[in-house]
Protein backbone atom coordinates (compact mmCIF):
# COMPACT_ATOMS: atom_id res chain seq x y z
CA UNK A 1 0.00 0.00 0.00
CA UNK A 2 1.47 3.42 -0.99
CA UNK A 3 1.79 6.65 1.41
CA UNK A 4 -0.67 8.64 1.40
CA UNK A 5 0.16 12.24 -0.65
CA UNK A 6 0.44 14.86 2.10
CA UNK A 7 -2.10 17.59 1.59
CA UNK A 8 -1.22 21.12 -0.12
CA UNK A 9 -0.88 23.92 1.80
CA UNK A 10 0.07 28.03 0.80
CA UNK A 11 2.21 28.17 4.12
CA UNK A 12 4.52 25.68 3.01
CA UNK A 13 5.44 27.58 -0.52
CA UNK A 14 8.30 29.82 -0.37
CA UNK A 15 7.00 32.11 -2.71
CA UNK A 16 4.44 33.03 -0.06
CA UNK A 17 6.70 33.19 2.81
CA UNK A 18 8.28 35.44 0.50
CA UNK A 19 5.42 37.80 -0.20
CA UNK A 20 4.49 37.78 3.50
CA UNK A 21 7.94 38.90 4.50
CA UNK A 22 7.42 41.79 1.83
CA UNK A 23 4.32 43.35 3.18
CA UNK A 24 5.56 43.26 6.93
CA UNK A 25 8.68 45.59 5.80
CA UNK A 26 6.41 47.57 4.08
CA UNK A 27 4.22 48.30 6.60
CA UNK A 28 7.13 48.72 9.37
CA UNK A 29 8.80 51.50 6.57
CA UNK A 30 5.31 52.98 6.64
CA UNK A 31 4.66 53.49 10.60
CA UNK A 32 8.26 54.21 10.86
CA UNK A 33 7.82 57.98 8.42
CA UNK A 34 4.51 58.73 10.14
CA UNK A 35 6.46 58.80 12.97
CA UNK A 36 9.28 61.02 11.81
CA UNK A 37 6.81 63.04 9.60
CA UNK A 38 5.88 66.52 11.43
CA UNK A 39 2.00 67.14 12.44
CA UNK A 40 -0.26 68.90 9.86
CA UNK A 41 -1.65 71.60 10.51
CA UNK A 42 -5.25 71.59 10.80
CA UNK A 43 -7.21 73.63 8.12
CA UNK A 44 -7.41 77.58 8.27
CA UNK A 45 -10.86 78.55 8.61
CA UNK A 46 -12.79 79.90 6.08
CA UNK A 47 -13.81 83.28 7.93
CA UNK A 48 -10.52 85.63 8.00
CA UNK A 49 -9.51 86.75 11.57
CA UNK A 50 -10.14 90.19 11.05
CA UNK A 51 -13.41 90.12 10.32
CA UNK A 52 -13.68 87.48 13.53
CA UNK A 53 -12.02 90.27 15.32
CA UNK A 54 -14.55 93.28 14.26
CA UNK A 55 -17.40 91.19 15.03
CA UNK A 56 -15.79 89.88 18.80
CA UNK A 57 -16.70 86.14 17.40
CA UNK A 58 -14.99 83.14 17.25
CA UNK A 59 -15.01 82.32 13.30
CA UNK A 60 -16.39 78.94 13.89
CA UNK A 61 -19.28 80.74 15.81
CA UNK A 62 -19.60 82.52 13.07
CA UNK A 63 -19.90 80.39 10.63
CA UNK A 64 -22.57 78.27 12.60
CA UNK A 65 -24.47 81.26 12.99
CA UNK A 66 -24.95 81.73 9.44
CA UNK A 67 -25.32 77.87 8.70
CA UNK A 68 -28.40 77.83 11.48
CA UNK A 69 -29.68 82.01 9.81
CA UNK A 70 -29.81 80.17 6.93
CA UNK A 71 -31.51 77.29 7.70
CA UNK A 72 -34.12 78.88 9.28
CA UNK A 73 -33.48 77.97 12.92
CA UNK A 74 -34.26 81.49 14.44
CA UNK A 75 -37.16 81.47 12.58
CA UNK A 76 -40.08 82.30 15.20
CA UNK A 77 -37.62 81.86 18.34
CA UNK A 78 -39.22 85.06 20.37
CA UNK A 79 -36.05 85.27 21.98
CA UNK A 80 -33.57 85.83 18.95
CA UNK A 81 -36.50 87.59 17.41
CA UNK A 82 -36.07 90.08 20.70
CA UNK A 83 -32.07 90.36 20.51
CA UNK A 84 -32.19 91.06 16.99
CA UNK A 85 -34.73 93.97 17.32
CA UNK A 86 -32.92 95.25 20.36
CA UNK A 87 -29.41 94.88 18.37
CA UNK A 88 -31.31 97.08 15.36
CA UNK A 89 -32.42 99.81 17.75
CA UNK A 90 -28.87 99.93 19.34
CA UNK A 91 -27.72 100.73 15.43
CA UNK A 92 -30.27 103.06 15.19
CA UNK A 93 -29.21 105.21 18.19
CA UNK A 94 -25.67 105.35 17.68
CA UNK A 95 -26.50 106.25 14.00
CA UNK A 96 -28.35 109.10 14.91
CA UNK A 97 -27.17 112.39 15.29
CA UNK A 98 -29.65 114.98 17.03
CA UNK A 99 -29.08 118.93 16.12
CA UNK A 100 -27.86 120.88 18.93
CA UNK A 101 -30.74 122.83 21.01
CA UNK A 102 -30.52 126.58 21.38
CA UNK A 103 -31.25 128.74 24.51
CA UNK A 104 -34.46 129.46 23.20
CA UNK A 105 -35.10 125.50 22.70
CA UNK A 106 -34.17 124.45 26.32
CA UNK A 107 -35.62 127.30 27.61
CA UNK A 108 -39.36 126.28 26.35
CA UNK A 109 -38.14 122.51 27.76
CA UNK A 110 -37.45 123.91 30.98
CA UNK A 111 -40.54 125.71 30.98
CA UNK A 112 -42.72 122.55 30.08
CA UNK A 113 -41.22 120.77 32.98
CA UNK A 114 -40.35 123.06 35.38
CA UNK A 115 -41.74 120.62 37.98
CA UNK A 116 -38.63 118.35 37.04
CA UNK A 117 -36.44 120.89 38.08
CA UNK A 118 -37.89 123.06 41.00
CA UNK A 119 -35.46 124.17 43.35
CA UNK A 120 -35.60 122.83 47.55
CA UNK A 121 -35.94 125.44 50.13
CA UNK A 122 -33.05 125.75 51.69
CA UNK A 123 -30.88 127.38 54.20
CA UNK A 124 -26.86 128.33 55.13
CA UNK A 125 -26.05 128.78 58.45
CA UNK A 126 -23.48 129.00 61.28
CA UNK A 127 -22.98 127.50 64.24
CA UNK A 128 -21.69 127.03 67.53
CA UNK A 129 -21.63 123.61 69.11
CA UNK A 130 -21.34 122.08 72.95
CA UNK A 131 -20.90 118.57 73.20
CA UNK A 132 -23.34 116.61 75.58
CA UNK A 133 -20.78 113.74 76.05
CA UNK A 134 -17.84 116.38 77.07
CA UNK A 135 -19.96 118.36 79.17
CA UNK A 136 -22.80 116.48 80.34
CA UNK A 137 -25.97 118.84 80.90
CA UNK A 138 -23.98 121.59 81.66
CA UNK A 139 -23.94 121.94 78.06
CA UNK A 140 -27.30 123.76 78.15
CA UNK A 141 -25.81 126.41 80.51
CA UNK A 142 -22.30 126.63 79.11
CA UNK A 143 -24.56 127.49 75.35
CA UNK A 144 -26.24 130.35 77.07
CA UNK A 145 -23.36 131.71 78.74
CA UNK A 146 -21.88 132.04 75.23
CA UNK A 147 -24.72 133.90 73.56
CA UNK A 148 -24.76 136.62 75.97
CA UNK A 149 -21.13 136.83 75.46
CA UNK A 150 -21.33 136.98 71.79
CA UNK A 151 -20.62 140.50 69.95
CA UNK A 152 -22.66 141.87 66.79
CA UNK A 153 -19.59 141.41 64.42
CA UNK A 154 -17.67 138.59 65.69
CA UNK A 155 -15.50 136.80 63.33
CA UNK A 156 -17.06 133.46 63.44
CA UNK A 157 -13.64 131.66 64.09
CA UNK A 158 -13.66 133.49 67.35
CA UNK A 159 -16.44 132.86 68.47
CA UNK A 160 -16.60 128.97 67.24
CA UNK A 161 -13.79 128.68 70.25
CA UNK A 162 -16.78 128.74 72.70
CA UNK A 163 -17.77 125.51 71.84
CA UNK A 164 -16.49 122.20 70.55
CA UNK A 165 -15.32 120.93 67.56
CA UNK A 166 -18.72 119.34 65.46
CA UNK A 167 -17.96 116.40 62.58
CA UNK A 168 -19.79 119.11 59.83
CA UNK A 169 -17.98 122.75 61.04
CA UNK A 170 -19.03 125.50 61.83
CA UNK A 171 -20.67 126.71 58.68
CA UNK A 172 -23.38 125.12 56.42
CA UNK A 173 -24.05 126.35 53.04
CA UNK A 174 -27.61 125.63 51.55
CA UNK A 175 -28.97 122.61 53.79
CA UNK A 176 -32.52 121.83 52.35
CA UNK A 177 -34.65 120.49 55.60
CA UNK A 178 -34.17 116.74 54.65
CA UNK A 179 -30.39 117.85 54.86
CA UNK A 180 -30.89 119.51 58.11
CA UNK A 181 -32.89 116.33 60.01
CA UNK A 182 -30.08 114.13 58.78
CA UNK A 183 -27.39 115.46 60.49
CA UNK A 184 -29.19 117.12 63.59
CA UNK A 185 -32.51 115.82 64.19
CA UNK A 186 -36.08 116.49 63.20
CA UNK A 187 -36.31 119.16 66.37
CA UNK A 188 -33.60 121.45 65.01
CA UNK A 189 -34.51 121.32 61.53
CA UNK A 190 -37.73 122.39 62.05
CA UNK A 191 -36.52 125.54 65.08
CA UNK A 192 -34.33 126.60 62.11
CA UNK A 193 -37.19 126.80 59.16
CA UNK A 194 -38.93 130.13 61.61
CA UNK A 195 -35.29 132.05 62.56
CA UNK A 196 -34.72 135.36 61.54
CA UNK A 197 -31.47 135.96 59.42
CA UNK A 198 -28.78 137.69 61.04
CA UNK A 199 -28.49 137.05 64.65
CA UNK A 200 -27.02 134.16 66.62
CA UNK A 201 -29.89 132.18 68.36
CA UNK A 202 -30.20 129.34 70.64
CA UNK A 203 -29.29 126.86 72.15
CA UNK A 204 -31.25 124.32 70.54
CA UNK A 205 -30.79 120.50 71.15
CA UNK A 206 -29.58 117.74 68.96
CA UNK A 207 -28.88 114.53 69.40
CA UNK A 208 -25.30 115.29 70.23
CA UNK A 209 -25.77 118.60 72.42
CA UNK A 210 -26.69 122.00 72.36
CA UNK A 211 -26.51 124.97 69.58
CA UNK A 212 -26.50 128.59 68.95
CA UNK A 213 -27.16 129.53 65.71
CA UNK A 214 -27.11 132.21 62.94
CA UNK A 215 -28.82 132.00 60.34
CA UNK A 216 -27.33 133.46 57.18
CA UNK A 217 -29.19 132.98 53.85
CA UNK A 218 -32.57 131.60 52.63
CA UNK A 219 -33.18 130.04 49.21
CA UNK A 220 -36.94 129.87 49.12
CA UNK A 221 -36.84 127.25 46.04
CA UNK A 222 -38.87 127.75 43.10
CA UNK A 223 -38.63 127.01 39.39
CA UNK A 224 -35.22 126.65 38.68
CA UNK A 225 -33.38 128.85 36.17
CA UNK A 226 -31.80 128.36 32.85
CA UNK A 227 -28.01 128.87 33.50
CA UNK A 228 -28.50 126.47 36.64
CA UNK A 229 -29.59 123.36 35.06
CA UNK A 230 -28.47 123.81 31.77
CA UNK A 231 -26.58 120.86 31.27
CA UNK A 232 -29.40 118.35 32.70
CA UNK A 233 -32.05 120.14 30.30
CA UNK A 234 -29.43 119.80 27.41
CA UNK A 235 -29.31 116.00 27.63
CA UNK A 236 -33.33 115.49 28.05
CA UNK A 237 -33.59 117.29 25.17
CA UNK A 238 -30.98 115.69 23.13
CA UNK A 239 -32.38 112.49 24.27
CA UNK A 240 -35.79 113.76 23.07
CA UNK A 241 -34.48 114.09 19.69
CA UNK A 242 -32.64 110.99 19.53
CA UNK A 243 -35.70 109.46 20.17
CA UNK A 244 -37.60 110.89 17.25
CA UNK A 245 -34.80 109.99 15.17
CA UNK A 246 -34.96 106.21 16.44
CA UNK A 247 -38.99 106.22 15.98
CA UNK A 248 -38.68 108.02 12.41
CA UNK A 249 -36.02 105.45 10.96
CA UNK A 250 -38.27 102.80 12.36
CA UNK A 251 -41.24 104.16 10.55
CA UNK A 252 -39.10 103.99 7.53
CA UNK A 253 -38.15 100.27 7.76
CA UNK A 254 -41.63 99.14 8.46
CA UNK A 255 -42.93 100.37 5.35
CA UNK A 256 -39.73 99.21 3.27
CA UNK A 257 -41.00 95.91 4.64
CA UNK A 258 -44.73 94.14 3.66
CA UNK A 259 -45.39 91.71 6.16
CA UNK A 260 -48.31 89.23 6.41
CA UNK A 261 -50.08 88.70 8.88
Do not use: C
Not at 73 to 95: F, M, S
Request: net charge positive.
Amino acid sequence: MSPATPRWSPLREPLVHFALGALALVALEAVTTRRRRPPVAPPRPSLTAAASSARNDDPREEALVREALARGLGDGDPVIRQRLVQKLTLLLEAESDPAEPDDVTLQRWLDEHSDDYRRIAAVSFEHIFFDRVRRGERGDLDARSALASLRDGEPLAAAWLRGDPHPAGPSLPLRRFADVTRSFGYAFARALDDLPAGAWRGPFQSPAGWHLVRVTARDPGGPARLDEVRGAVRRRVLDARREALVRAAVEGIVRRHTVAR
